[in-house]
Nanobody
Framework: VQLVESGGGLVQAGGSLRLSCAGS????????MGWYRQAPGKQRELVAE????????NYTNSVKGRFTISRDNAENTMYLQMNNLKPEDTAMYSC?????????????WGQGTQVTVSS
């Protein structure tokens, strides 16, 4: 199973970016998926998560109203639309996906894409 993120970059405060996470190689559909971020010297944190049918979506408080998570199951792709970006959003953003193998659930991670927001 492979997850590949794209869409990161350098943007000024107040700007927007759209991250994508393309999944491949799984014999089964992805269950829950999520975006995480880690800034230098800080712990990794969950930014947003979404269930397979997009029925449950959660955001960390600091991004509510600015970020939108979505997914396209037909394309095995998840997105994160980030608006009104702030310098504190600067981090490495990684995607996570859960695949169910019978009674087991395995987590997979992408390599990450860097987001840098200048003030």
């Amino acid at each position: 199973v492979q997850l590949v993120e794209s869409g990161g970059g350098l943007v000024q405060a107040g700007g927007s970016l759209r991250l994508s996470c393309a999944g491949s190689g799984s014999p089964f559909s992805f269950n829950a998926m999520g975006w995480y971020r880690q800034a230098p010297g800080k712990q990794r944190e969950l930014v947003a998560e979404i269930t397979r049918e997009s029925t449950i979506i959660n955001y960390t408080n600091s991004v509510k109203g600015r970020f939108t998570i979505s997914r396209d199951n037909a394309e095995n792709t998840m997105y994160l639309q980030m608006n009104n970006l702030k310098p504190e959003d600067t981090a490495m953003y990684s995607c996570n996906a859960v695949v169910r193998y019978g009674s087991r659930y395995l987590n997979y991670w992408g390599q990450g894409t860097q987001v840098t927001v200048s003030s």
